[in-house]
């Protein structure tokens, strides 16, 4: 099975930058997956953060509004590794952010945006940003 090891949270002042990693490992096909991120903080729902489309047809880049400008979303397929790279923290972005990743087929339009378009989860990497 595929698995997702994120790294690279930590505590960030405000206007601040930091960068993490999602690596993937164990049996599938690296490098070509649809991928995300994800983050929830507490009394909040897991909100989508950043998406890299499938390889194959693009890998096309998507953004929620609150982050749009601020992180940047890529794929090193050679390493089987996304990154985000996070800039201008602000304290409202303190989350645990979750990389995900859709390994099986599928029928009609990509929806990037939604947590059930995902089969496979990492553990999650706390960022904290202070004020």
């Known amino acids: 099975q595929v698995q997702l090891v994120e790294s690279g949270g930590g505590l960030v002042q405000a206007g601040g930058s930091l960068r993490v990693s999602c690596v993937q490992s164990?049996?599938?096909?690296?490098?070509?997956?649809?991928m995300a991120w994800f983050r929830q903080s507490p009394g909040k729902a897991r909100e989508f953060v950043a998406a890299?489309?499938?390889?194959?047809?693009?890998?096309?880049?998507y953004y929620a509004d609150s982050v749009k400008g601020r992180f940047t979303n890529s794929r090193d397929s050679a390493k089987s590794t996304v990154y985000l790279q996070m800039n201008s923290l602000r304290p409202e972005d303190t989350a645990v952010y979750y990389c995900?990743?859709?390994?099986?087929?599928?029928?009609?339009?990509?929806?990037?945006?939604?947590?059930?378009?995902?089969?496979?989860w990492g553990q999650g990497t706390q960022l904290t940003v202070s004020s």
């Open positions: 164990g049996r599938g096909m690296f490098g070509g997956y649809a």
């Open positions: 890299i489309g499938f390889r194959w047809t693009g890998g096309n880049t």
């Open positions: 995900a990743a859709r390994t099986t087929p599928f029928r009609g339009a990509y929806l990037y945006y939604s947590r059930d378009e995902y089969d496979v």
